[in-house]
Every structure is written in structure tokens, then in C-alpha cells.
């Protein structure tokens, strides 16, 4: 079992107005960064077209995204509500995402709707076994701060010997707050919630090995 801290290549967007670029000093411009600094200094150019800007910096963090973990891993988010798991999921492969609330929005057309949850997590449980399986790379974007929820989806991966991550979001308690109350009325939890799972996912760091996960790797610092 191995743990470290993980440096997500995420990127930001930024318009500039005219006179701020010398290449292009009459034009509004368009650029990107991203936020693995000091390591990674991609995201240099400036952009005429906004789309292409955008098409750069995703593609970036693609390409960093599918080297954090192992070919054919079960990697599992896990974090309060507004940590970023979500904005880190976006990094990876569409197709390579199990998300539970884009599973409750394809049975119900809302993601908030929690009386489809059941069934969201039995399809998703069905998604997860399916890849293990095939041996695909798949990633599990919800909360996964329940003890039962993580021993689930271990076993899931065992059952064909693929290697398990868990990625533990460490955001401070204020912060996942504060981008819990700008989420849509439909996404938004209470936030007795969001601190139940803030103090249920800090009671999981050490269980996680004996849960079964072969590498731990933390995002974020413990600010309030």
C-alpha cells in the first residue's frame, strides 16, 4: 500500500481584453493555466478563439489525468460535498466516470432527486463490476465517505484482482460549505450533511488500508 499527496493538473480559464496581449494587442484573447504549479508551466499561449482555448486546456487535463493511476484501476472519490471531486472527475475520460448524481439525472432528468437513489446505485454498482471485469480504468464520483459504500466497491475490484485507489479530498470545511450554497436549489444538501460527511471522511484516512486500497492519495489542505 503506498500514499501521497496528489497534485491535480487542473486548469482555469481567463479572458483578456484588448491591449493586454502583445502578440494580438487589439484583440480580446482567451488563455488558460494550470493550477500543478510550480511543476507544470502548460498553458502559455493565447488564443483567438475561445473554443480552442478551452479544447487545449481539456485536453491537458486529460492527458495528465489518465497517468495518475494504474491501467484498469478502481479509483474512488472520496470527499464532502463541494470538495472537487466532480471537477477532478471532468479531468478523465468521459467514459471512464461512474457517476452517481449523472445516474440519478438519466432515471429521474434531476440529479438532486434522492428518491431514485436506490436504483442509481444499483446501476452503478452494475457499471463498476462490468469494467472491473473488462479490466477498464473507472472512476467513482460520489461521496463514498460510508465505510459499507467503500467496502462494497473494493470487493467489486478484488473479485477480478484489479489494483484499487482511493482519492481522499482534504478541502477545508468552509470552503466545501461555501460551494455547497452556490449549487442549484436541486444539488444542494444541508449543511449538517455536508459536515457529517467533512467529519466522516477525515475518520477514513486511517481505515482505508485495511479496507483494501493499494494507494492513498490526498487532494487539498485542511483549511476552514
Not at 485536453?59 to 471531486?85: T, Y
Not at 449523472?102 to 432527486?113: F, I, T, W, Y
Not at 463498476?128 to 466497491?153: F, H, I, K, Y
Request: hydrophobic share 35%; glycine share 8%.
Amino acid at each position: 500500500m503506498t500514499s501521497s499527496v496528489l497534485e491535480p493538473h487542473i486548469t482555469w480559464r481567463f479572458t483578456d481584453p484588448p491591449g493586454v496581449s502583445a502578440k494580438y494587442p487589439e484583440q480580446t484573447t482567451y488563455g488558460w493555466g494550470c493550477q500543478a504549479l510550480p511543476a507544470c508551466h502548460a498553458g502559455q499561449s493565447r488564443y483567438l478563439d475561445e473554443r480552442d482555448a478551452h479544447r487545449d486546456a481539456d485536453e491537458h487535463e486529460r492527458q495528465e489525468a489518465v497517468k495518475l493511476v494504474a491501467p484498469g484501476s478502481l479509483v474512488v472519490l472520496l470527499g464532502p460535498g463541494g470538495s472537487g471531486k466532480s471537477r477532478l472527475a471532468t479531468a478523465f475520460p468521459a467514459n471512464w466516470v461512474v457517476s452517481l448524481d449523472e445516474l440519478r439525472e438519466r432515471l429521474a432528468d434531476d440529479a438532486g432527486e434522492q428518491s431514485v437513489t436506490r436504483q442509481a446505485v444499483q446501476l452503478q454498482d452494475l457499471l463498476v463490476a462490468t469494467r472491473m471485469e473488462r479490466g477498464l480504468t473507472t472512476v467513482v464520483d460520489s461521496t463514498n465517505v460510508e465505510p459499507s459504500v467503500r467496502v462494497g466497491l473494493v470487493a467489486k475490484a478484488r473479485a477480478f484482482d484489479r489494483p484499487v485507489t482511493a482519492v481522499v479530498f482534504l478541502t477545508g470545511l468552509g470552503h466545501c460549505l461555501s460551494r455547497n450554497d452556490r449549487r442549484p436549489a436541486n444539488r444542494r444538501v444541508p449543511d449538517n450533511t455536508v459536515r457529517w460527511q467533512y467529519e466522516q471522511t477525515r475518520a477514513a484516512l486511517p481505515l482505508l488500508p485495511s479496507e483494501g486500497f493499494d494507494d492513498i492519495r490526498t487532494v487539498g489542505a485542511d483549511r476552514t
